[in-house]
């Protein structure tokens, strides 16, 4: 019998779509598959991120940063089509199978647990908005993150289609006539949409997360 392999300290990933706007399953499928694809070349990882089962993706990091910085890019280049929930599991991951993909370990369990905590948690008045949740048991563990992380994800929920665009631009460090001239709006009105949704703060926050070990 092959010896199992074992990656400890690890962040596996697991995401499923929250809601589609209006597009055809077969669209957004193929809208998912091209978002991986470019987060994958984007985001550093273990394991690629990739589609399973249905529409539920898995991917794995070596950190936790990691994990969140392909979760944020790929709702990020998602948004208009379609809409992600994420579930992080800090722990080991156990290879099994190499040739056939299968793993097992605490990272996926852990994994497993925090998606489907976040789906009952969007249910809870108060909490719609929220589409992250992080369980973690590594040493390195940073136990406000995903208090850190719901934040982040009510905020992005209060903003309209126009400034969600506008915080996208700011977070790939695009400059403010760029993100205007893409918006058809003069620099002077991006920059009012900024300012009136506190997107550089907001920026700010989710740029800390992506560095979080």
Do not use: C
């Not at 993706?57 to 994420?86: D, P, V």
């Amino acid at each position: 019998m092959a010896e199992v392999k074992v990656k400890s300290n690890v962040v596996a990933l697991i995401g499923d779509i929250v809601s589609s706007r209006g597009q055809r399953r077969d669209a957004v499928h193929e809208a998912v598959l091209t978002s991986l694809s470019h987060t994958n070349q984007r985001v550093p990882h273990l394991d690629p991120l990739r589609v399973t089962v249905g529409d539920e993706i898995q991917g794995a990091f070596e950190s936790l940063g990691q994990a969140l910085g392909a979760a944020s890019l790929l709702n990020g280049e998602l948004f208009g089509t379609a809409e992600m929930r994420f579930g992080l599991g800090g722990g080991e991951i156990r290879i099994i199978d190499e040739g056939r993909g299968i793993q097992d370990g605490s990272a996926w369990w852990l994994a497993r647990e925090a998606i489907d905590s976040v789906e009952e948690l969007s249910r809870q008045p108060g909490y719609e908005g929220v589409r992250t949740a992080i369980r973690d048991e590594r040493p390195v563990a940073v136990p406000a993150a995903d208090a850190l992380a719901r934040l982040v994800d009510v905020h992005v929920a209060e903003l309209r289609d126009g400034a969600r665009r506008s915080l996208i631009g700011l977070m790939e460090g695009l400059d403010n006539a760029d993100v205007a001239e893409a918006e058809g709006i003069s620099p002077s009105a991006n920059t009012q949409r900024v300012k009136n949704n506190n997107l550089r703060p907001l920026a700010d926050a989710m740029l800390a997360l992506r560095s979080l070990p």
